[in-house]
């Protein structure tokens, strides 16, 4: 079984500059989350989506993050304008079921270094 | 901001022995789970405890849980060099469906 598929991998941007990152979750899985990691830190939740709908983004910068998960599948998260402050790597997860019971999977991340 | 606490922030230990790793949080919790971490394979759920559980096991894996002092640990017993990773704890603290982690631990085994 396929796990969660991110891209790019890696992605160096100046900042004022617009960049997306794209993930695509374990098929079936309802719950998908993207995650902020900043180095030496454990993730921090951005978003949660149950199907096509946003349900938890208290945790999301608005005035320059944006996110969308059309048909409930696949998602892209997007910043514009980037900051410094923004290097980070980005993790998207996904898990059959809203409920903090069931088990995230997790991606390999993006990492955004912006100069 | 980070709910949960790892303590120690590094270990460093030799294969074979074990490795103990705390967790303190600060609100109630519904569960806590463990999370490993390293750069060939990701974030991986390792084990969930719920709050009405006292110690649990998963193969070399053991966790207690004492919600009294809101506090969790992981044994890693007769520790590999693949078990060199970060170890996270988190918990569902206030939204119950969502996952809260802390900063994590560096283990590092030396063959």
């Known amino acids: 079984e396929a796990g969660v598929v991110q891209s790019p991998r890696y992605k160096i941007i100046e900042k004022k500059q617009p960049v997306a990152f794209w993930c695509n979750p374990i098929s079936g899985h309802n719950t998908l989350y993207w995650y902020l990691q900043n180095l030496g830190q454990g993730p921090e939740l951005l978003i949660r989506?149950?199907?096509?709908?946003?349900?938890?983004d208290s945790q999301l910068p608005k005035d320059r993050f944006s996110a969308e998960r059309l048909k409930g599948v696949d998602s892209t998260l997007k910043i514009q304008p980037a900051e410094l402050g923004d290097s980070a790597v980005y993790l998207c997860a996904s898990s059959a079921g809203g409920t903090s019971t069931d088990t995230q999977y997790f991606g390999p991340g993006t990492r955004l270094t912006v100069l | 901001s980070q709910q949960g606490e790892e303590d120690p922030q590094a270990l460093s230990i030799q294969e074979g022995e074990n490795a103990t790793m705390n967790c303190s949080y600060k609100t109630s919790i519904n569960n806590l789970q463990w999370y490993r971490q390293n750069s060939g394979r990701g974030l991986v759920h390792l084990i969930l405890?719920?709050?009405?559980?006292r110690e649990k096991h998963s193969g070399r894996l053991r966790v207690t849980l004492d919600t009294s002092k809101k506090s969790s640990s992981l044994l890693i017993t007769a520790s590999r060099a693949a078990d060199t990773a970060s170890y996270f704890c988190?918990?569902?603290?206030?939204?119950?469906?969502?996952?809260?982690f802390g900063k994590g631990t560096m283990l590092l085994v030396s063959p």
């Open positions: 405890i719920r709050s009405n559980e």
């Open positions: 988190a918990t569902d603290g206030s939204g119950y469906s969502t996952l809260t």
């Open positions: 989506y149950e199907n096509e709908e946003a349900v938890d």
